[in-house]
Protein backbone atom coordinates (compact mmCIF):
# COMPACT_ATOMS: atom_id res chain seq x y z
CA UNK A 1 0.00 0.00 0.00
CA UNK A 2 1.05 3.66 -0.97
CA UNK A 3 0.76 6.13 1.50
CA UNK A 4 0.18 9.77 0.96
CA UNK A 5 0.63 11.79 3.91
CA UNK A 6 -0.53 16.06 3.96
CA UNK A 7 0.88 18.20 6.17
CA UNK A 8 -1.77 20.48 8.00
CA UNK A 9 -3.59 21.81 10.72
CA UNK A 10 -6.92 20.09 11.72
CA UNK A 11 -9.04 23.10 12.90
CA UNK A 12 -11.27 25.48 10.51
CA UNK A 13 -9.28 28.57 11.25
CA UNK A 14 -6.28 26.80 9.32
CA UNK A 15 -7.97 25.59 6.43
CA UNK A 16 -6.73 28.17 4.10
CA UNK A 17 -3.82 28.79 5.11
CA UNK A 18 -0.29 28.24 3.62
CA UNK A 19 0.95 25.98 6.11
CA UNK A 20 -2.87 23.48 4.77
CA UNK A 21 -1.61 23.20 1.23
CA UNK A 22 -0.62 19.05 1.44
CA UNK A 23 -4.30 19.21 2.81
CA UNK A 24 -5.87 20.87 -0.43
CA UNK A 25 -3.70 18.76 -2.51
CA UNK A 26 -5.08 15.89 -0.72
CA UNK A 27 -8.23 16.97 -1.08
CA UNK A 28 -7.77 17.42 -5.32
CA UNK A 29 -6.54 13.82 -5.22
CA UNK A 30 -9.59 12.21 -3.37
CA UNK A 31 -11.15 14.56 -5.88
CA UNK A 32 -10.15 13.05 -8.36
CA UNK A 33 -9.96 9.33 -7.72
CA UNK A 34 -13.69 9.09 -6.93
CA UNK A 35 -14.50 11.13 -3.11
CA UNK A 36 -16.83 9.71 -0.41
CA UNK A 37 -16.46 10.06 3.03
CA UNK A 38 -12.98 10.39 5.33
CA UNK A 39 -12.93 8.19 8.23
CA UNK A 40 -11.07 8.29 11.66
CA UNK A 41 -8.14 6.64 11.70
CA UNK A 42 -6.49 6.85 15.46
CA UNK A 43 -5.04 10.39 15.24
CA UNK A 44 -5.54 11.21 11.70
CA UNK A 45 -8.37 11.10 8.71
CA UNK A 46 -7.99 8.54 5.89
CA UNK A 47 -9.36 7.98 2.59
CA UNK A 48 -8.89 4.91 0.91
CA UNK A 49 -8.65 4.59 -3.20
CA UNK A 50 -7.26 1.92 -5.79
CA UNK A 51 -5.05 3.31 -8.77
CA UNK A 52 -4.77 0.39 -10.79
CA UNK A 53 -3.26 -2.19 -8.81
CA UNK A 54 -1.97 -0.35 -6.15
CA UNK A 55 -3.71 0.36 -3.35
CA UNK A 56 -3.24 3.96 -1.93
CA UNK A 57 -4.41 5.70 1.62
CA UNK A 58 -4.71 9.29 2.17
CA UNK A 59 -3.96 10.26 5.77
CA UNK A 60 -4.55 14.12 7.30
CA UNK A 61 -3.03 13.75 10.54
CA UNK A 62 -5.12 15.52 13.35
CA UNK A 63 -2.51 16.06 15.62
CA UNK A 64 -1.63 19.83 14.42
CA UNK A 65 1.94 20.17 12.27
CA UNK A 66 4.47 19.54 14.78
CA UNK A 67 2.96 16.09 15.74
CA UNK A 68 2.57 15.32 11.90
CA UNK A 69 4.96 11.66 12.22
CA UNK A 70 3.10 10.29 15.15
CA UNK A 71 0.11 8.86 12.63
CA UNK A 72 3.12 7.00 11.02
CA UNK A 73 3.34 4.41 13.68
CA UNK A 74 0.96 1.48 12.75
CA UNK A 75 2.79 1.43 9.06
CA UNK A 76 6.60 1.63 10.37
CA UNK A 77 5.27 -1.56 12.22
CA UNK A 78 4.02 -3.16 9.06
CA UNK A 79 6.86 -5.88 7.72
CA UNK A 80 6.14 -5.20 4.35
CA UNK A 81 5.78 -1.48 4.25
CA UNK A 82 9.04 0.93 3.74
CA UNK A 83 9.15 4.53 3.95
CA UNK A 84 11.74 4.65 0.98
CA UNK A 85 9.49 3.51 -1.25
CA UNK A 86 5.75 3.66 0.03
CA UNK A 87 5.44 7.14 1.67
CA UNK A 88 4.79 10.70 -0.11
CA UNK A 89 4.87 13.63 1.94
CA UNK A 90 2.67 16.69 0.55
CA UNK A 91 3.77 19.98 2.04
CA UNK A 92 4.46 23.67 2.02
CA UNK A 93 7.23 25.12 1.32
CA UNK A 94 8.19 29.26 1.63
CA UNK A 95 11.93 28.23 -0.50
CA UNK A 96 9.84 27.79 -3.65
CA UNK A 97 7.44 30.23 -5.48
CA UNK A 98 3.99 30.09 -5.20
CA UNK A 99 2.60 27.32 -6.70
CA UNK A 100 5.97 25.37 -8.08
CA UNK A 101 6.65 21.96 -6.99
CA UNK A 102 9.42 19.48 -6.12
CA UNK A 103 9.48 16.13 -5.68
CA UNK A 104 12.47 14.87 -4.03
CA UNK A 105 13.24 11.25 -2.89
CA UNK A 106 14.54 12.20 0.57
CA UNK A 107 16.37 15.09 1.85
CA UNK A 108 16.24 17.18 5.44
CA UNK A 109 13.46 18.62 6.95
CA UNK A 110 14.86 21.95 5.97
CA UNK A 111 13.28 23.51 8.54
CA UNK A 112 10.00 22.20 8.55
CA UNK A 113 8.46 21.16 11.68
CA UNK A 114 6.09 18.74 10.23
CA UNK A 115 8.95 17.19 8.42
CA UNK A 116 11.00 16.65 11.40
CA UNK A 117 8.61 15.01 13.19
CA UNK A 118 7.82 12.68 9.63
CA UNK A 119 11.72 11.98 10.07
CA UNK A 120 11.50 11.57 13.86
CA UNK A 121 9.54 8.91 13.53
CA UNK A 122 10.84 7.33 9.91
CA UNK A 123 14.41 7.54 12.07
CA UNK A 124 15.66 9.05 8.26
CA UNK A 125 15.11 11.24 5.46
CA UNK A 126 14.46 8.37 3.45
CA UNK A 127 10.88 9.21 2.07
CA UNK A 128 9.12 11.28 -1.11
CA UNK A 129 8.30 14.56 -0.36
CA UNK A 130 6.28 16.60 -3.04
CA UNK A 131 7.01 20.52 -2.07
CA UNK A 132 4.66 23.04 -2.98
CA UNK A 133 5.57 26.60 -3.11
CA UNK A 134 4.11 29.38 -1.24
CA UNK A 135 7.03 31.97 -1.28
CA UNK A 136 4.81 35.34 -2.41
CA UNK A 137 6.10 37.31 -5.32
CA UNK A 138 7.09 40.44 -3.05
CA UNK A 139 9.35 38.73 -0.67
CA UNK A 140 9.50 41.43 1.60
CA UNK A 141 5.51 39.68 2.74
CA UNK A 142 7.68 36.94 4.03
CA UNK A 143 8.63 39.63 7.15
CA UNK A 144 9.23 38.81 10.41
CA UNK A 145 8.54 35.84 11.67
CA UNK A 146 7.85 32.74 9.10
CA UNK A 147 5.44 30.65 11.69
CA UNK A 148 2.86 34.10 11.63
CA UNK A 149 3.55 34.07 7.41
CA UNK A 150 2.89 30.13 7.10
CA UNK A 151 -0.19 30.20 9.43
CA UNK A 152 -1.81 33.23 7.62
CA UNK A 153 -4.41 32.62 4.77
CA UNK A 154 -2.97 33.34 1.02
CA UNK A 155 -4.53 36.30 -0.34
CA UNK A 156 -7.58 35.45 -2.88
CA UNK A 157 -5.68 35.58 -6.06
CA UNK A 158 -2.54 33.48 -4.79
CA UNK A 159 -4.93 31.26 -2.99
CA UNK A 160 -6.62 30.65 -7.10
CA UNK A 161 -3.01 30.39 -8.41
CA UNK A 162 -2.47 27.56 -5.93
CA UNK A 163 -5.32 25.82 -6.90
CA UNK A 164 -5.10 26.06 -10.58
CA UNK A 165 -1.97 24.24 -10.28
CA UNK A 166 -3.18 21.28 -8.21
CA UNK A 167 -4.36 19.01 -10.90
CA UNK A 168 -0.99 19.22 -12.63
CA UNK A 169 0.61 18.10 -9.20
CA UNK A 170 -2.15 15.39 -8.52
CA UNK A 171 -0.83 14.38 -12.07
CA UNK A 172 2.37 14.34 -10.08
CA UNK A 173 1.44 12.15 -7.06
CA UNK A 174 -0.37 9.68 -9.72
CA UNK A 175 3.14 9.24 -11.21
CA UNK A 176 4.53 8.71 -8.43
CA UNK A 177 2.11 5.81 -7.02
CA UNK A 178 2.43 4.20 -10.64
CA UNK A 179 6.24 4.33 -11.40
CA UNK A 180 8.06 5.45 -8.63
CA UNK A 181 9.72 9.38 -7.48
CA UNK A 182 12.57 8.83 -9.87
CA UNK A 183 10.25 8.87 -13.12
CA UNK A 184 7.92 11.61 -11.41
CA UNK A 185 10.61 13.63 -10.66
CA UNK A 186 11.67 13.75 -14.16
CA UNK A 187 8.33 14.33 -15.61
CA UNK A 188 7.41 17.31 -13.33
CA UNK A 189 9.80 18.64 -11.48
Not at 23 to 33: K, M, Q, S, T, V
Not at 132 to 150: H, M
Request: glycine content about 12%.
Amino acid sequence: MKLILGLGNPDPEYAETRHNVGWWLLDACHERWGGGAWKRDGEALAADHRLGDVRVRLVKPLTYMNLSGRVLGQYLRRPLWKAADDLLVLVDEVALPLAAMRLRPKGSPGGHNGLKDVQRMVGSGDYARLRIGIRPEDERRLGGDLADFVLAKFGKDEAAFVREALPRMVEAVECWVAHGVLEAMNRFN
